[in-house]
């Protein structure tokens, strides 16, 4: 048993897990929506490429990625530390790298895809192919036009993804060291400290329900507003 208040211990490791899940998800936001987007505008080869690759992070699980990045990153190329939350915010940025990659690879090949089809979807559509005949830079029809409109399913999969990397932050927690909420949850399990594991699942749903909350709010103000515009 801990010798301290649950709200303590949930306080104490949260900041660790807070850091973690936001790497993570600056990492799936940016990457997938390049990736996606680069492979629906290029097309061909570099489309082929994107859809292969962004299968294959999407099918490998985020315990077998830590391994596989702990022997790349760590032990053949020993780049990144592998344990620990580090001291400072280059020790810290440093130590959390590889398990943010670990955490986020699965959700970049999602939202990669998701965006690679959305993409897709909005360069075909009838809007599209009339601003281009009105003589519309192609840059002004793909930013105002294509990525504007293509906004919404990936808002919402990158709002379901976020939230998927605070569920499985324990695994990536575990792996690596690095000590926060989903740690602490394993480590009172073991001790069958079950108040301690029911506050940081609470945690956690709480946190999922409102991050999904929020995200079918945007969603659905980026759907009126797109309806509105493509109205005028």
């Known amino acids: 048993m801990y010798r301290d ?3 303590g211990l949930i306080t104490e490791r949260a900041g660790e897990t807070l850091a973690l899940v936001g790497y993570a998800s600056v990492l799936v936001l940016l990457a997938g929506t390049a990736v996606g987007t680069v492979a629906a505008l290029r097309g061909g080869r570099v489309e082929a490429l994107a859809t292969a690759v962004t299968a294959g992070a999407m099918a490998v699980p985020t315990f077998v990625m830590s391994v596989l990045l702990i022997w790349l990153f760590a032990v053949r190329l020993p780049w990144f530390p592998v344990y620990g939350s580090g001291e400072g915010v280059g020790g810290t940025l440093a130590h959390l790298t590889l398990p943010a990659l ?5 959700w970049i090949g999602y939202v990669a895809q998701v965006t690679r089809s959305a993409v897709r979807a909005e360069l075909r559509a009838e809007h599209v192919e009339t601003a281009r005949s009105r003589g519309v830079p192609e840059w002004t029809v793909i930013r105002r036009h294509v990525l504007h409109n293509a906004a919404g399913p990936v808002l919402a999969v ?3 993804g976020v939230a998927g990397l605070i569920a499985t932050a324990a695994v990536a927690e575990q792996a690596f060291g690095t000590g926060g909420l989903g740690a602490l949850m394993i480590e009172a399990a073991s001790k069958q ?3 301690v594991v029911q506050a940081v699942s609470l945690v956690f749903v709480v946190v999922f329900v409102v991050l999904n909350t929020l ?3 945007v969603s659905a103000a ?3 507003r797109a309806a509105s515009e493509e109205a005028r």
């Open 5 to 7: 208040s649950v709200a």
């Open 215 to 217: 995200v079918d709010l």
């Open 158 to 160: 990158s709002g379901v």
């Open 222 to 224: 980026l759907d009126s």
């Open 193 to 195: 400290d079950m108040a």
């Open 102 to 106: 670990a955490l986020a690879m699965t």
